[in-house]
């Protein structure tokens, strides 16, 4: 008897099983963490801080007294309105003093326009916290120079601006912003194709109707744009409504934090609310910015590059535009910082005269070096800077890698974490550090460590822009190469990737220490007897009256940052950046 076997089945071939490199993500989770901790927490903490009754190591119990004490009287809304006017004012008379400027030296051929660069960013050589101090100088109503000059010439018992006041602040304010606004006008203007502007030439039409019909309607997409993030950064502005907003009266946002924060005993809670109100305002305005600026690539228009444009010609009007351009230099430029170089050499402040020819001295300067408050500062900034600068290149480098060369999931996440701190205003910044740090059983508070953490959180989104920036144009086949000749991905980052990443590193560094030097709205907040730093001396010393000290220290801070800024200026052109 024959037995049948039975044939054997055909398996189905076994799918590989995936696997999962988790100490690939190990990198990048330690990163998001990292990034988490200094850009969010502080923010969650600060929300939490607005919802208690006090302070501190919890528990506290939960309340809405912050909001209802802060936000609940009639003296809110004179702030919002108020902070409203400030910002949108300032914003708006920086841009179109930009753009005028902007469209002279792109488009015309006005005089001085090889000098227009050094001379329109010539006032970021004075510290934030210097400038409405200059200002004050010159335009206080009972002894500024503009004032005292007018009155001796017209024979009024009083001069006739008033600093301390609305449109004094709203002047300063803009004058701060110009430099930036003028950078990013004079970037449109590159941008927009110019043979629409010599079409309406050839046909007849005047400089003047091709400037209204032609080139700002070009231009308008990027100049609203620009002018939505001036807005935005005047709201967030703490130097001007400190220095100037607090004695006129003026209540803003940011100078209401602080004097609840300065109340005796502090009233964190209340401050808290309305930075929770304060950020709240500034992440509006940067989503209403961003989708703004994505619209601009609807209007955008091409040319070559070796297509250079026919500068318009001014005829006639021509010495205006240079007239415009002189008397920017010499109101804008020269009076701040001469007014503070004549104040520096006087035991007191006094009026230009040749009677106080006699007082002039450099004892402001030599009590300066001997006072250990402003050595201390001094070492305490430059330390603060180059740690700031040097942490925050080196890590946001590594993102940068991360984010433009693996294929990690999630890597965009980074990039997001480390471009939070744009939105965030400092001085929000450092009233979600207390809350924080007050909470935890950490021993930071009061420390310099406080104040390295606000710095390196606050720069990491000029970080990201120069090291993505700079990786996004570096090819990938060297860095391929490396691995295929067996090195790890530490040895091609070390060896190939930074190197060639170097001349803009070294650029963003320079920047980014430039400008943690001159921080201010974050550090008031953040210093104590032990951890001051140059800008808060500056606040303080000129709170107290010793207004010739403040100016002979401010002279001192505009020759740090020149040589800083031609530092700067030389390294970026060297590596072919533009500033």
């Given at each position: 008897?024959?037995?049948?076997?039975?044939?054997?089945?055909?398996?189905?071939?076994?799918?590989?099983?995936?696997?999962?490199?988790?100490?690939?993500?190990?990198?990048?989770?330690?990163?998001?963490?990292?990034?988490?901790?200094?850009?969010?927490?502080?923010?969650?903490?600060?929300?939490?801080?607005?919802?208690?009754?006090?302070?501190?190591?919890?528990?506290?119990?939960?309340?809405?007294?912050?909001?209802?004490?802060?936000?609940?009287?009639?003296?809110?809304?004179?702030?919002?309105?108020?902070?409203?006017?400030?910002?949108?004012?300032?914003?708006?008379?920086?841009?179109?003093?930009?753009?005028?400027?902007?469209?002279?030296?792109?488009?015309?051929?006005?005089?001085?326009?090889?000098?227009?660069?050094?001379?329109?960013?010539?006032?970021?050589?004075?510290?934030?916290?210097?400038l409405p101090i200059a200002w004050i100088f010159l335009l206080d109503p009972q002894a500024g120079y503009i004032?005292?000059?007018?009155?001796?010439?017209?024979?009024?018992?009083?001069?006739?601006?008033?600093?301390?006041?609305?449109?004094?602040?709203?002047?300063?304010?803009?004058?701060?912003?110009?430099?930036?606004?003028?950078?990013?006008?004079?970037?449109?203007?590159?941008?927009?194709?110019?043979?629409?502007?010599?079409?309406?030439?050839?046909?007849?039409?005047?400089?003047?109707?091709?400037?209204?019909?032609?080139?700002?309607?070009?231009?308008?997409?990027?100049?609203?744009?620009?002018?939505?993030?001036?807005?935005?950064?005047?709201?967030?502005?703490?130097?001007?409504?400190?220095?100037?907003?607090?004695?006129a009266r003026v209540k803003v946002y940011t100078n209401q934090i602080y004097l609840a924060f300065s109340d005796?005993?502090?009233?964190?809670?209340?401050?808290?609310?309305?930075?929770?109100?304060?950020?709240?305002?500034?992440?509006?305005?940067?989503?209403?910015?961003?989708?703004?600026?994505?619209?601009?690539?609807?209007?955008?228009?091409?040319?070559?590059?070796?297509?250079?444009?026919?500068?318009?010609?001014?005829?006639?009007?021509?010495?205006?535009?240079?007239?415009?351009?002189?008397?920017?230099?010499?109101?804008?430029?020269?009076?701040?910082?001469?007014?503070?170089?004549?104040?520096?050499?006087?035991?007191?402040?006094?009026?230009?005269?040749?009677?106080?020819?006699?007082?002039?001295?450099?004892?402001?300067?030599?009590?300066?070096?001997?006072?250990?408050?402003?050595?201390?500062?001094?070492?305490?900034?430059?330390?603060?800077?180059?740690?700031?600068?040097?942490?925050?290149?080196?890590?946001?480098?590594?993102?940068?890698?991360?984010?433009?060369?693996?294929?990690?999931?999630?890597?965009?996440?980074?990039?997001?974490?480390?471009?939070?701190?744009?939105?965030?205003?400092?001085?929000?910044?450092?009233?979600?550090?207390?809350?924080?740090?007050?909470?935890?059983?950490?021993?930071?508070?009061?420390?310099?460590?406080?104040?390295?953490?606000?710095?390196?959180?606050?720069?990491?989104?000029?970080?990201?822009?120069?090291?993505?920036?700079?990786?996004?144009?570096?090819?990938?086949?060297?860095?391929?190469?490396?691995?295929?000749?067996?090195?790890?991905?530490?040895?091609?980052?070390?060896?190939?990737?930074?190197?060639?990443?170097?001349?803009?590193?070294?650029?963003?560094?320079?920047?980014?220490?430039?400008?943690?030097?001159?921080?201010?709205?974050?550090?008031?907040?953040?210093?104590?007897?032990?951890?001051?730093?140059?800008?808060?001396?500056?606040?303080?010393?000129?709170?107290?009256?010793?207004?010739?000290?403040?100016?002979?220290?401010?002279?001192?801070?505009?020759?740090?940052?020149?040589?800083?800024?031609?530092?700067?200026?030389?390294?970026?052109?060297?590596?072919?950046?533009?500033?």
């Amino acid at each position: 008897m024959t037995t049948m076997t039975e044939m054997p089945t055909e398996q189905e071939p076994r799918r590989p099983q995936r696997t999962i490199n988790w100490r690939g993500y190990l990198g990048p989770a330690l990163g998001a963490l990292l990034l988490l901790y200094l850009t969010v927490f502080p923010l969650v903490w600060l929300l939490v801080g607005s919802f208690q009754e006090q302070t501190g190591p919890p528990p506290y119990p939960w309340t809405l007294g912050n909001y209802a004490a802060m936000y609940g009287t009639s003296s809110v809304y004179s702030t919002f309105v108020s902070s409203v006017v400030f910002a949108v004012g300032s914003s708006v008379l920086a841009f179109a003093i930009a753009t005028a400027l902007a469209w002279l030296v792109e488009r015309t051929d006005v005089r001085f326009r090889k000098a227009a660069l050094p001379l329109v960013i010539a006032p970021l050589i004075l510290p934030g916290v210097m400038l409405p101090i200059a200002w004050i100088f010159l335009l206080d109503p009972q002894a500024g120079y503009i004032n005292v000059a007018i009155q001796s010439i017209t024979g009024l018992d009083s001069g006739p601006f008033d600093i301390f006041s609305m449109p004094g602040m709203i002047w300063v304010q803009a004058v701060s912003e110009i430099p930036l606004a003028f950078l990013m006008m004079s970037a449109g203007f590159k941008l927009a194709d110019p043979s629409l502007e010599e079409s309406s030439m050839m046909t007849g039409a005047s400089t003047m109707t091709t400037l209204r019909k032609i080139t700002l309607p070009l231009v308008r997409p990027w100049g609203a744009s620009v002018l939505l993030l001036l807005t935005i950064r005047s709201i967030e502005s703490f130097e001007v409504p400190s220095i100037i907003g607090i004695p006129a009266r003026v209540k803003v946002y940011t100078n209401q934090i602080y004097l609840a924060f300065s109340d005796s005993p502090p009233d964190y809670g209340g401050a808290s609310a309305l930075a929770v109100g304060l950020l709240v305002l500034s992440i509006i305005g940067v989503w209403v910015y961003i989708a703004s600026s994505r619209d601009t690539n609807r209007f955008e228009t091409v040319s070559g590059k070796a297509f250079r444009s026919r500068q318009m010609e001014l005829g006639r009007f021509r010495w205006i535009g240079s007239a415009a351009m002189a008397a920017y230099a010499v109101v804008v430029v020269a009076l701040p910082i001469l007014v503070i170089a004549w104040a520096s050499l006087l035991p007191f402040f006094a009026r230009p005269s040749v009677d106080a020819l006699d007082l002039v001295s450099f004892d402001n300067y030599r009590s300066l070096f001997a006072d250990n408050v402003v050595v201390d500062a001094f070492k305490n900034s430059l330390i603060l800077g180059v740690l700031t600068a040097t942490i925050v290149t080196a890590f946001t480098a590594t993102v940068a890698w991360i984010r433009h060369r693996s294929k990690l999931k999630g890597a965009r996440w980074l990039e997001f974490f480390a471009m939070v701190p744009i939105a965030v205003p400092g001085l929000v910044l450092g009233m979600g550090l207390i809350v924080m740090y007050v909470a935890l059983p950490l021993p930071i508070y009061g420390t310099i460590w406080i104040l390295l953490i606000a710095y390196v959180a606050k720069n990491l989104p000029y970080g990201m822009r120069t090291s993505s920036g700079s990786i996004t144009q570096l090819k990938a086949e060297l860095e391929e190469a490396g691995s295929m000749s067996g090195g790890s991905w530490w040895q091609n980052f070390t060896r190939v990737t930074l190197p060639l990443l170097r001349p803009g590193l070294v650029a963003g560094w320079i920047y980014i220490l430039i400008v943690s030097m001159r921080e201010f709205s974050t550090s008031i907040l953040l210093v104590t007897g032990q951890s001051n730093v140059l800008s808060v001396v500056v606040f303080t010393k000129f709170e107290n009256g010793q207004v010739t000290a403040v100016a002979a220290l401010g002279i001192l801070m505009i020759l740090m940052s020149t040589v800083v800024i031609a530092i700067f200026y030389r390294v970026s052109n060297r590596v072919g950046i533009r500033v």
